[in-house]
């Protein structure tokens, strides 16, 4: 299906990535926000604001971040494409209705502008620490997916990709940003909405009385959804429940609900993954990064190879599912892997995993507040060649 | 691959990050060049130290940061103080002549002045000193198109002043033209 | 619906094609006042004439909870204390709907006052409904923002020391365009209310004295349901339009009961789409529109 024209501002910009980001979910057909200001991604809820009256939808700041989980659930039970935007101290606060999405597979998509923490850290500077509370902060078992943008275009891009995938997976999707991103200003082309590939909610093709919520059919992991005000009557719980969403306190049902919501991505891994690779086959050194530490580990990748240093590069697009089985394969030739990223070492464990003792693994860590020095991320892949 | 790291520095209400904001639409939008613009970011509390980092590239950008800029552009003495020291050796300065005074610059750099706010005020607006600056960087520099900046400076400004500021980038470009010629 | 209704009527309870049959028997006590309030609920749905595939109805988590499972309309069990904005989400998206929250005294002010202040302060168009048991059955019968002074909970095992919440003076406070309060003796009264607020655009509101005969009376040597629907009774006394400030409750104390507020305000929806239509013009899209006049 392609984009509503309505939403798209077709042309070519001079934009940071926060504003970038609204213009993305408003192409994707997201007509419903809600979000509580938090630096430094308050812009992509402004814009949307002032966009959002004359596209036809809804934008409302509620009293704060719990609300504003929430408040998208409840609009994309009414049919709508939903987001909502925060950073990381509004991001824990969310964390409760991450686990709701998930098991009443929802549909939402996060924006989680990054910025330096614990806490209110450094609320206008950049970090990548939010990587492994995404994919684990909220209670219980239960998959997610998440995409990385290391650009203002890819912040346009991907988040219609993760607008898509919610759609697909039925899950909360998070696109990570972080405040280099959010803040930095470069072109951006939005193309014509006859060029923008949307997916469409999976809609039942059931009457009220034949349709279950939470069956699956024909072999998918995902069930087809209805919306309030249709006729059919649903029940959606956040306590464990069967197909029909009725709650189903028995270690039974347990089971075959929280395997599901595993497995729909995890099973699916493979289809969703999305790594970019420069050299990576045959190098000795492969470099894996993601987000804006991307854009710095490139020009210590290029740097290395001018010193004759045989080094690859895979930027993870998305970082959730992690590409463990690409990894796994890179680990039988190469001999070491370097992990820069913007926190103290979150990604680099789930490299380590997948290496599982076949090569090297060194951590090229950073507290925030600014990215790496290329020279830092060159002298790490310049000892791992050693 | 040739590749231009600018520092715009001054004052909040000078109109700082707008003149960043020109340069690299005209490198990015007109000129069909690569550019990325960073601008410091905080409590932007009006008369407090701001400034704007650009850099302009054939090729894709990595890096975002300016470390040591090529093309410093101060419109205050504190600017000057703080960034003057990063530029790289010879470099190039472009100043505000009535608030700063250069003096301590690294090897080689060539610093040329404008009265950026006296201009500003003569064309009838003091707010427009930001654009003398940007038409002065694009005169003494040549780095983008006349025309690429023009565009930027009508595509940035409120609409109903393009005129006005049509006029301050004009008098920016050509006193910057005449100092280069000079030079 | 309606035929439905006919084939079940004279042979089974009126109140039993808007539940969920299959989910019957509900989880509450005997003596327990939630069934009361659902009964006065179906019975105010009928009434109010409403197409029920348009009606949703949110509960966030607790015995009241509850209530959304059992009910055969599109409804929501959400997080603890969270029904308020999820409700506000689903109004707000399709603007069609009828949105009801029905929750208990701890879930709408203790862990959710802050969403209830703010709904009310918008006039968000939502029904609130709260079943007020004066505890925390679910978890065992634990202080309440709503637990009288001097009554004995489980965390408040030597009495309770602090000040309960006026719920109608804080609905009242904060923009509530209709409040009333009913006790679980007086259905009549409540199913009226109900349907009154049902109908009635914007923030309503209507608190519903209801008894935890497992948790709250025997903790408190009170007896069973009957004997506090009997204080019900007795120590009731209807005053509408009365003083919200005045209308607080004590220890088994009088209970004034009644409809306290019911004004005109324009809803968040209604203002949202004059204010854009008048600083936008025609570039507004209008969204919608209030109580399914759209």
Redesign the interface.
């Known amino acids: 299906m392609k984009a509503d024209p309505r939403g798209v501002l077709t042309g070519?910009?001079?934009m940071?990535g926060d504003h970038a980001a609204c213009e993305g979910a408003l192409a994707a057909g997201c007509r419903f926000a809600a979000g509580y200001p938090i630096t430094?991604s308050t812009e992509v809820v402004e814009r949307f604001a002032a966009r959002i009256p004359t596209v036809g939808g809804v934008f409302i700041q509620m009293e704060d971040e719990l609300a504003s989980s929430i408040a998208i659930q409840g609009g994309a039970w009414a049919g709508h494409k939903v987001m909502t935007v925060t950073s990381g101290p509004g991001l824990s606060l969310m964390m409760e209705h991450v686990g709701l999405a998930a098991i009443t597979e929802t549909p939402c998509v996060i924006v989680d502008v990054q910025r330096g923490g614990p806490s209110t850290g450094l609320p206008?500077l950049p970090a990548q620490a939010d990587m492994m509370q995404v994919r684990w902060g909220s209670h219980g078992d239960y998959s997610i997916i998440a995409l990385s943008p290391n650009s203002p275009q890819e912040c346009f891009d991907l988040l219609i990709k993760a607008f898509n995938l919610a759609e697909e997976y039925r899950v909360p999707v998070f696109f990570m940003m972080d405040?280099?991103v959010g803040?930095?200003?470069?072109?951006v082309v939005i193309p014509e909405a006859s060029e923008i590939e949307v997916v469409e909610r999976k809609w039942t093709r059931k009457k009220p009385g034949e349709y279950r919520p939470f069956e699956c059919e024909d072999g998918s992991l995902v069930p087809s959804m209805v919306k309030a005000g249709d006729g059919y009557r649903i029940h959606i719980t956040g306590l464990t429940h069967d197909e029909r969403g009725y709650p189903a306190m028995n270690v039974a049902a347990q089971d075959k609900l929280v395997r599901r919501l595993k497995d729909k991505v995890d099973l699916l891994r493979d289809r969703i993954v999305d790594v970019r690779e420069d050299g990576v086959d045959g190098a000795d050194v492969v470099v894996v990064s993601y987000g804006?530490t991307s854009?710095?580990a490139?020009?210590a990748v290029e740097a290395a190879r001018a010193r004759g240093v045989r080094v690859g590069h895979m930027r993870l697009v998305i970082t959730w599912p992690f590409p463990s089985g690409r990894i796994a394969e890179v680990a039988k030739t190469a001999r070491a892997f370097v992990v820069p990223e913007l926190n103290m070492g979150q990604m680099v464990i789930e490299v380590e995993r997948a290496v599982c003792g076949r090569a090297s693994v060194r951590c090229v860590p950073h507290a925030g507040g600014?990215?790496h020095d290329?020279d830092v991320i060159l002298d790490a892949i310049m000892e791992a060649a050693r | 691959m040739a590749k231009t790291e600018i520092r715009i520095g001054g004052l909040g209400g000078q109109g700082v990050i707008l003149s960043g904001?020109i340069i690299?639409?005209a490198a990015?939008?007109y000129d069909g060049k690569?550019?990325?613009?960073?601008?410091a970011?905080?409590p932007e509390a009006r008369g407090s130290a701001c400034s704007a980092q650009v850099t302009v590239s054939d090729a894709p950008?990595?890096?975002?940061?300016v470390k040591n800029p090529d093309i410093l552009v101060v419109m205050s003495r504190d600017a000057f103080v703080q960034f003057a020291p990063t530029l790289k050796d010879n470099g190039l300065l472009l100043y505000e002549e009535e608030l700063v005074e250069p003096s301590g610059l690294p090897a080689g750099v060539r610093a040329y002045g404008v009265p950026a706010t006296r201009f500003a005020e003569e064309l009838g607006r003091r707010l427009v000193l930001n654009i003398v600056m940007v038409g002065f960087f694009a005169g003494v520099t040549g780095l983008l198109s006349y025309s690429a900046m023009e565009k930027a400076v009508l595509a940035s400004v409120p609409r109903g002043t393009e005129d006005l500021n049509l006029r301050a980038f004009k008098r920016g470009y050509e006193h910057g033209q005449a100092l280069v010629a000079r030079a | 619906m309606s035929e439905d209704l006919a084939r079940f009527e004279d042979v089974e309870n009126p109140v039993m094609p808007y539940l969920r049959q299959e989910r019957i028997p509900h989880i509450w006590c005997p003596g327990c006042g939630i069934g009361t309030t659902v009964n006065c609920f179906a019975r105010a749905l009928t009434e109010s004439g409403l197409d029920l595939d348009k009606v949703s109805i949110v509960s966030g988590i607790g015995c009241t909870g509850r209530v959304a499972g059992y009910m055969r309309l599109d409804s929501f069990h959400t997080t603890h204390g969270r029904a308020i904005p999820f409700a506000t989400g689903l109004k707000l998206a399709n603007p069609r709907l009828k949105v009801v929250v029905y929750s208990g005294d701890g879930d709408l002010f203790a862990i959710g006052g802050n969403h209830f202040v703010h709904a009310a302060r918008r006039n968000m168009d939502l029904t609130v409904i709260c079943v007020n048991n004066s505890t925390y059955g679910m978890t065992g019968g634990q202080v309440a923002p709503t637990t009288p002074l001097g009554a004995t909970q489980t965390t408040m095992p030597y009495g309770n020391f602090e000040n309960p919440f006026n719920l109608p003076f804080l609905a009242d406070a904060c923009g509530a365009v209709y409040v009333a309060r009913w006790t679980v003796f007086h259905v009549k009264q409540l199913t009226r209310a109900m349907k009154e607020a049902l109908l009635k655009p914007g923030f309503t509101f209507i608190e519903v004295l209801a008894p935890c005969p497992t948790l709250y009376l025997r903790r408190n040597r009170l007896g069973d349901g009957v004997d506090q629907v009997k204080y019900y009774k007795e120590k009731s006394t209807i005053k509408h339009g009365a003083d919200t400030k005045e209308v607080g409750l004590g220890f088994q104390s009088d209970i004034v009961v009644g409809k306290f507020v019911d004004r005109e305000r324009p809803t968040w929806l209604d203002s949202m789409n004059q204010h854009f239509s008048k600083v936008l013009g025609t570039r507004f899209q209008p969204w919608g529109g209030s109580n399914g006049e759209d």
């Not at chain 1, 803040?183 to 072109?187: D, G, K, L, P, S």
């Not at chain 2, 690569?34 to 601008?39: A, D, G, K, R, V």
């Open positions: 070519i910009h001079f940071d430094p206008t405040e280099v803040h930095m200003t470069e072109r804006i854009r710095i490139g020009a600014t990215v290329p | 904001i690299g639409k990015a939008i690569h550019s990325t613009l960073i601008q970011f905080g950008i990595g890096y975002p940061y």
